[in-house]
């Protein structure tokens, strides 16, 4: 199945410096998400970019699609130690919908922000 | 972690065991999805369902056991046939029709004794 990938596998900088993470995917998608978990917990959705669209901002989250060259960024602007976490992309497979839609996950960024 | 429970939060299993995994939600979510994710790697898909009474398989069905009996529950059954259980188990849900965001539960670790 296909997979998005993220890269690095982990980052770390310091607090205020801007983070951005990449995910490369396979196939064709009708959008692509991102999502945050926190050590030993859940995943929380962050923000989701449709295949139709290149740019998306929430608050400090900023992201790209380029469906030409199936990639995607995540750029976590001003970081704060908060933000230390793994970061996941997940694609829904351009075929998938209705009764049979499913995301298929990367492997995820660790990164860490230090005070 | 939104409207979903999921319990126990640490489960132990013994060899040739079946061991079940409880997903509660109330959010009136039609979708429910069980995934598997191990140290440093990302979730794989184990089951799905869209409806009640109704599933499919994921990427790693083989040794797993699900049901869909009520709308709001998808527990998932670890079977003795599953060689290597030990792992990190999350369960989500998603509304029905155009909206693709995917709600989590706080998870349940396995662990074999």
């Known amino acids: 199945s296909q997979q998005g990938e993220e890269d690095p596998q982990a980052l770390s900088i310091q607090e205020g410096e801007n983070a951005t993470m990449n995910c490369s995917y396979k196939t064709s998608i009708n959008n692509l998400q991102w999502y945050r978990q926190n050590s030993g917990r859940g995943l929380v959705h962050l923000i989701l970019i449709r295949s139709n669209e290149r740019e998306k901002h929430s608050g400090r989250l900023r992201v790209t699609l380029d469906t030409s060259k199936k990639s995607s960024s995540l750029l976590i602007t001003a970081s704060r130690a908060a933000d230390t976490a793994s970061y996941f992309c997940?694609?829904?497979?351009?075929?998938?919908?209705?009764?049979?839609?499913?995301?298929?996950f990367g492997k995820g960024t660790l990164l860490t922000v230090n005070p | 972690d939104g409207g979903i429970t999921q319990s126990p939060k640490y489960l132990f299993r013994k060899e040739g065991q079946n061991v079940t995994l409880s997903c509660e939600q109330n959010l009136n979510h039609d979708a429910m999805y069980w995934y598997r994710q191990d140290p440093g790697q990302g979730l794989r898909l184990i089951y799905y369902s869209q409806i009640v009474n109704d599933f499919q398989k994921g990427d790693i069905a083989e040794g797993y056991s699900v049901s869909r009996e009520k709308k709001e529950s998808f527990p998932l059954t670890v079977t003795s046939a599953q060689k290597n259980p030990t792992a990190f188990y999350l369960c989500?849900?998603?509304?029905?029709?155009?909206?693709?965001?995917?709600?989590f539960g706080p998870g349940t670790r396995l662990l074999v004794l």
């Open positions: 997940a694609t829904d497979a351009g075929d998938s919908g209705g009764s049979n839609y499913k995301l298929t």
């Open positions: 989500a849900s998603k509304e029905a029709g155009g909206f693709e965001t995917q709600y």
